[in-house]
């Protein structure tokens, strides 16, 4: 049995662990996503994003030498988690996470890079061969199949789940689907930079990769199983101009600056076939400067300023939290 003096002492014990835990709990609920993100240096020219699901990581790519740093969404600054260049990744564009894989499509490289993203290991190098192109953005369909644009050939190469999970670094980067001869048409553009197939996402059905075309404004409907490609009919509008797109429950979310430097967000409801898309509505400015592409924190979208187009970019460069 307790005495009056224990109970005294175990109860103020017991108190103080109240205290101390509640106010730890309270801390980590303190900890919430802020609106603003700096990336480093002067000539960083941000170009992809990923958001990791599970934890308070995301991570952004540099073009101009292919830094990949990493950010939280509960501190304002981002650092290096893999320095530019490191091996031959001397520019970085798209980028998706599958199962603690980073995968980063290389740009002009022609290469695909895969990263552990617990140690920064290099586990992958898949190389198309190619040096004239621009490996732009990647998709993870539900097999866990990675489909990657290329933006200077007609091309869209696939890296399979196998390919992704075996032992071997470096393997071919295999076409699977050639433009040649179908709606997909590559030419230089109203952009100096002739950017043809750009962004994607492969549909939850995993029937089909949606492939944003910048400079036919365009969007693409290819079969997953058959490679056969079909124009999305998007109601007569051709003012989208998409770079980064995105799709959740339904709809499709088309990241641009083409038409719009303060940028814009273009949502669209798709049919059931994935064949039509209708816009919805339109979200401009709050932060976005020249945007190229944005990943899912909740509820929210955070949106690189890119600003390649800019000569004289305005610094820092940043992420943007955008509320849709």
Known sequence: MFT????????????????????????????????????????????????????????????????????RID??????????????????????????????AGGTTGK?????????QLLHVFDSGARDGLVNDVAIAPNGDAYITDSFRPVLYRITAAQLANRQIDQPLETVVNFDGTPVEYEKG?????????????TPDGRFVLMADTNSQAFYRISTKTGAVDAVDLGGVTDIGADGLLLRDGELYSITSLFHPEGEISVLRLSEDYSRAQVQRRINGRGMDFPSTAAFDGDDLLVVNFQYQRTEPNLPFTVVRVSL
């Not at 103080?16 to 980590?28: E, F, I, N, P, R």
């Not at 695909?112 to 920064?120: I, K, L, Q």
């Open 4 to 71: 009056t003096r224990a109970r005294l002492l175990f109860g103020g014990i017991l108190a103080a662990t109240l205290v101390l835990s509640t106010s730890t709990q309270a801390g980590a609920h303190d900890r919430q996503p802020i609106g603003r993100y700096v990336v480093p240096g002067d000539q960083a020219y941000p170009e992809g994003i990923v958001r990791e699901p599970g934890t308070p990581y995301f991570y952004v790519s540099g073009l101009t030498d292919g830094t990949i740093w990493r950010g």
């Open 75 to 104: 501190q304002p600054h981002l650092q290096v988690f893999l320095p530019g260049g490191q091996h031959g990744r001397t520019t970085a564009v798209g980028m998706k996470i599958t199962r603690d894989r980073l995968v980063v």
């Open 112 to 120: 695909v890079f895969v990263y552990s993203t617990r140690t920064g």
């Open 190 to 202: 109203v952009n100096e930079e002739g950017i043809n197939s750009n962004g994607l996402v492969v």
